[in-house]
């Protein structure tokens, strides 16, 4: 394998009918490059990962929601040695009730699928909660020196990217992240305008697991970010910044809403310094009234 891998012909295994499902030839690709000796997948969907393993003498446990194993709530059967996971896209793909049918899985297993179906989050924040959480369930179960593979890729709603990648935790080693191309996708159909860039790829992303009692976990985080409250904006960032989301201002406004934060703990002479940096660049415009304004070039 490359840290770019490509399968214009899926291969064999699993059912090409199901929607979301990979290439097998990457489950192939990944029992050779790593020499696996074995490989669950505990969201197997329609069965590639099985169906190859199955063929490369390859032991696991394949399990999913449409199978009657709930990864939230119940436990792993198995301490695995590798984990091959390729979860829901958000909600781009809904399966229980769409790809399969939820009332026959309730009817033989007594579980209600739509309670823990990742793809049903209500909201991009609840499914990287829900994400993560699976996430450091199927890690904290791997055997010590055993991988983990996940499968991810990025969904983009109303000009905005939700990327797996950026939100998922990353617990243990990050030995490696494989991108890989897609193929036969709608975007490659499809013939767009303006700004938008198709997704035509997916990550791979790599995990080893060193230590078997603690190991290292990187967990991204979110927050409101102030310029006014920020080391590393400048006063002209700041004063750009009021301008442009408040329009025209008086300098007694400015000030107002400059007083109180961080950047003026510091300066006791802060009032003075807003002044110089309103008169010193040309982006600051004064009319005869006092109003100050930001003039974008």
Known sequence: MESV??????????????????????IEDLIQQYRLP?????????????????????????????RGFDLVEMDIP???RNIFWHPPYGSMIIYSGEQYSAEEVLHRYGIDPKKNDLSRCKDWAEFVDMMNYCMMKQFAALERGGRMFTLMGDMKKKGTLYSMLADIVKPGTLEQIIIKMQHNCVSSRTTYSGKFVPIVHEYLMVLRKD??????????????YDV???????WRDVLVSILSDKGRLPLSE????VDGHKRTYSNQHWREKVRQT?????????????IWAYAAA
């Open 228 to 234: 006014r409250d920020s080391k590393a904006g400048t």
């Open 38 to 66: 074995y490989l669950s997948d505990y969201m197997v969907g329609s069965g590639t990962t099985e169906d190859v393993c199955r063929a490369k003498g390859v032991p696991g446990s394949f399990l999913d929601l449409n």
């Open 278 to 290: 309103l008169q010193m660049y040309p982006c600051f415009r004064s009319d005869t009234q006092g």
């Open 211 to 224: 230590a078997a009692l603690m190991f290292p976990v990187s967990l991204p985080r979110r927050y409101d």
């Open 254 to 257: 400015i000030y107002r809403m």
């Open 78 to 80: 198995d301490i695995p």
């Open 5 to 26: 891998v490509s399968y214009p012909d899926r291969g064999h295994g699993g059912r090409s009918t199901y929607r979301g499902n990979c290439s097998p030839l990457l």
